[in-house]
């Protein structure tokens, strides 16, 4: 999973991913103030992650 955030929006804190049984996925990563959402996941047929990425918006209208 490789996500850009869109211009204006950071991370307010890591991301978290928690994965089914049998399936994997690190289970946070980021720093507050990045922009970037990068991890490896494997999932078994069927299977599922969640990832929660908590962000920031700027207040400056000039950052969108």
Known sequence: VLDNLPAGVTLSAPWTCV?????????????AGGSVVSLSVSLLSG??????????????????
Request: proline share 10%; hydrophobic share 35%; glycine share 16%.
């Open 19 to 31: 994965a089914s049984a049998g399936s994997s996925c690190p289970a946070s990563g980021g720093v």
């Open 47 to 64: 299977g599922s992650a969640t990832l929660t990425v908590p962000v920031t918006f700027s207040a400056a209208p000039g950052d969108y």
